[in-house]
Structures are given as structure tokens and as C-alpha cells.
Nanobody, 127 residues
Framework: QLQLVESGGGLVQPGGSLRLSCAHS????????IGWFRQAPGMEREGVSC????????TYADSVKGRFSLSRDNAKNTVYLQMNNLKPEDTALYYC????????????????????WGQGTQVTVSS
């Protein structure tokens, strides 16, 4: 059973940076895709960035393109989300999630497709 643990959230001023980490264990990601999602109060959960199955090329939501960067360290079983130039609208609970045996060619930014979730880490952008 795949387990995901997020860390790295916190309070940061607008324009600042944070790096979120997602440590995965319990199974390999060979048949999974993995990504970051977020949910602000009163809003639906949305996709932020993800790796499609067997891909090293990240996909980004339009709202974070050019500011966020997704990477992975397979030796450490960890996926990172580097967030730069943070804005107040980035404030949310950020989740790491993985989907087993995803449908080939489908978008990896759809939260409902994912079946493994971490507990979330809070990111607050405020002056």
C-alpha cells in the first residue's frame, strides 16, 4: 500500500518561496503517476503539478506556470514542489497524491482520478 507524507508548508510573505516534499513508501511508483493538489477554504480541490506515468516532464496548472517547479529524487523516494514568487491566492492546503494504473493519455491534474493521498501541508501566503 502506497503511503505519502508531505512536509515543508508554512507562512511566507508574498513573493517568497517554499519547497514542499512528498516522501512515498510502501510501494514503487512504477505503475503510478504522482502529483500535487491544493484546496483553499470554500474551494474545490485543484491540480497544481504532476508527473504522468513514466514521464520525467511535469505538467503544470496555468496558475502556477513559471513560478512552481516539480522534481523527483528516485533515490530518496521523494517528489518536490518548489514554489517561487508566491501569491496570496496560493494559500491552501497542499496534498501529494498518487494514482495507480492511470488511463493512458489522460490529464494528470484531475484530483478525482487519484486514489492515494497524503495528509496535506498548509501553505499560507500573507504579509
Amino acid at each position: 500500500q502506497l503511503q505519502l507524507v508531505e512536509s515543508g508548508g508554512g507562512l511566507v510573505q508574498p513573493g517568497g518561496s517554499l519547497r514542499l516534499s512528498c516522501a512515498h513508501s510502501g510501494d514503487t511508483l512504477d505503475d503510478h503517476r504522482i502529483g500535487w493538489f491544493r484546496q483553499a477554504p470554500g474551494m474545490e480541490r485543484e491540480g497544481v503539478s504532476c508527473f504522468a506515468l513514466n514521464s520525467q516532464t511535469p505538467t503544470y496548472a496555468d496558475s502556477v506556470k513559471g513560478r512552481f517547479s516539480l522534481s523527483r529524487d528516485n533515490a530518496k523516494n521523494t517528489v518536490y514542489l518548489q514554489m517561487n514568487n508566491l501569491k496570496p491566492e496560493d494559500t491552501a492546503l497542499y496534498y501529494c497524491a498518487a494514482e495507480s494504473f492511470p488511463e493512458y493519455g489522460s490529464s494528470c491534474l484531475v484530483p478525482d482520478d487519484y486514489n492515494y493521498w497524503g495528509q496535506g501541508t498548509q501553505v499560507t501566503v500573507s504579509s
